[in-house]
């Protein structure tokens, strides 16, 4: 059996009243730069998955959110290097504040349909056509 350490990682599709999802652009220079992704990251230890993912949004889009207004939506499971990403992915209908690329170079709103021509990482392809259904 093969094994590989696991990587937790958090993120948001934050919708908005118009059924529109933000997206981000990753910056130069960090593995996977250039493509478009959902906000969040790593889940650091000894952190809760939905207290992460607060911390990432407040310091990637200056956002303020509930750890409850968090739903879990999909999962996405993928090797990455040595080691095997969980991806788990929240949506976001209420936050605090105006999203903002504090670390992106871009951001963007989108229906999960018009995601499909983004170049987007391996792992989130399949969470597009889950969100489709829920949004
Ligand atoms: N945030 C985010 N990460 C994703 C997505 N899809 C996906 O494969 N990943 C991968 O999950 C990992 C998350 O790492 P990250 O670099 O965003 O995490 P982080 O903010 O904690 O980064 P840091 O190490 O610079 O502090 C990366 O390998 C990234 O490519 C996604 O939609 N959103």
Known sequence: MSSAPLLLVVAA???DPNGHVLVQ????G?????LWEF???KVEPGELPEAALARELREELGVTVSPAALVPAAFASEALGERHLLLLLYTLRAWEG????RHATAIDWLRPAEMRGLAMPP?????IGLLERLV
């Not at 960090?30 to 250039?34: L, S």
């Open 13 to 15: 599709a934050l919708v």
């Open 98 to 101: 105006v999203p903002e690329s």
């Open 39 to 41: 906000p969040g990251g």
């Open 25 to 28: 652009r990753r910056p130069p």
């Open 123 to 127: 792992a989130d392809l399949p969470l």
């Open 30 to 34: 960090k593995p996977m730069a250039d």
